[in-house]
């Protein structure tokens, strides 16, 4: 197919993830989008802070953009009180950063095991207490909270949430607009009980990512992520279920891949348009 | 501690799955088990063709080892008749196989997508009807067969089988002298499921097989099992489960590794006994 135009309604749900243009500032992805017409645009911290939250916050006000996800807090695991008092501040900061921006969601990778621990269900607790602080947090500053289940691979140094059914588990307490899940099919796609548990996430999706799974993995596994249709996750079934939940916002492309990082970023956009209707939409 | 002596009680349960010592043939790895007062072995079809099925199950039986299992059949996923053909073939013969060795189990690792396809749901109903047809074949042959479960980062090209619910729900419609199962702690210690998985498994449990989770994982994630200790599972919980589930047969530490491999089988065999009391037995 040619790559959809821009102002194609195809592209009306796409979100951009700027960690798959990762060498892009934030008013340089935020101008790509615009020139793209891609809609949306998902954040990350760390390059929020080197162009300033209020003036990303105003770039992407004054583009018209819609931040489909601020990426992320979390690390809720520290077994000390020093590291857990931190990575507490460190969250409220994020929820601010988060309304700031005008985030649909600030997504929480909660952290693995403490260095050293072998203590999965300390770990998992810490994380249980730690949204009992930071939920009502989020809450007053009108923020949601979105709980992402990585894929069980990284589930030793990265987030002790590991399955859909799980990151469920631990948002049930709160109301769906103060703590939800992302999904992430690059995260979720190999789970027997993925369909089931999406359907149960209903209104609790905040945010639904789209990435590939690449074989071989790359020897840092953390950059295994690729572009819809390079890989072996059929997304079809994925995007019906996510739809049959009642899920209309923004689909996120967010791909972590040194050849993608290392391509120019306008080619990458045209990438991601092209494959997001051809593998995403009209799969 | 010291590691235990040969004839120590402690040592009772133990099984060496010989890819731990994956230079050695099938007659040295009953000499090593033997020296080293390990009463059972976890035998691989690989070298039990080299050495011939009759000569090995003659050097198991000589020596008094049990054959805690065989590995392993399986990929049983191929989505072209001849594949398929062949696969069904081949199990069959490992049934046999695992008959003349008297292996307790024939472990299934069930085989990932076929090449270029994304069809996950039909692989995995290709692994059901195989299971049909290979299971009164394994019945015939008093042979039972394990299904294993594989980490959730083989799904796409190993195993579409990725946890222990899930091997379980497969298992169902056959007898558990029949269809079991293979509890092994690198592939489900992440699953927030998993005690309720292996107390449900019961009188499935076919062989329990032990090593450790590290990080970073290596770039051939295949060789990322570690020696128990090494890594990041805590075993007490695991072992306990299983014990609770009924299991009362060996334990069986395979660890794929490319320093285990490289380092004197021996020296292996000593650190193996030692760290599977220590970290398996009295943990």
């Known amino acids: 197919m040619t790559t959809p135009a821009p102002g194609s309604p195809e592209l009306a749900r796409l979100s951009l993830n700027q960690k798959t243009t990762q060498r892009w500032s934030v008013p340089e992805a935020v101008e790509g989008c615009v020139q793209r017409g891609i809609p949306a645009i998902g954040l990350w911290r760390e390059h929020v802070a080197a162009t300033g939250v209020e003036a990303s916050a105003r770039a992407v006000r004054e583009a018209g953009l819609r931040v489909s996800s601020l990426c992320r807090g979390g690390f809720l695991t520290a077994d000390d009180d020093t590291a857990r008092r931190e990575a507490l501040d460190d969250n409220r900061r994020a929820i601010e950063e988060a309304a700031t921006l005008g985030a649909e969601c600030l997504v929480l990778v909660v952290g693995g095991l403490p260095k050293g621990s072998r203590d999965l269900d300390g770990a998992r ?159």
């Open 125 to 283: 607790e810490r994380v249980r207490a730690s949204l009992e602080v930071l939920a009502p947090a989020a809450a007053d500053h009108g923020v949601r909270l979105a709980l992402e289940p990585l894929h069980p691979m990284y589930c030793a140094d990265r987030a002790v949430l590991s399955t859909l059914g799980q990151a469920l588990d631990f948002a049930e307490p709160y109301p769906p607009d103060v703590v939800g899940v992302a999904v992430d099919t690059f995260h979720i796609w190999w789970d027997p009980d993925v369909r089931a548990q999406i359907l149960r996430a209903g209104p609790r999706i905040a945010t639904f990512q789209v990435c590939d799974w690449l074989t071989p993995l790359p020897c840092d596994v953390l950059m295994g992520r690729g572009m819809m249709g390079d890989g072996h996750i059929d997304f079809a079934p994925l995007r019906d279920a996510v739809a049959a939940a009642g899920y209309t916002g923004d689909i996120e492309v967010e791909i972590f891949n040194d050849d993608v990082w290392d391509a120019d970023p306008h080619a990458v956009l045209d990438t991601t348009a092209r494959r997001y209707v051809e593998r995403v939409l009209r799969a």
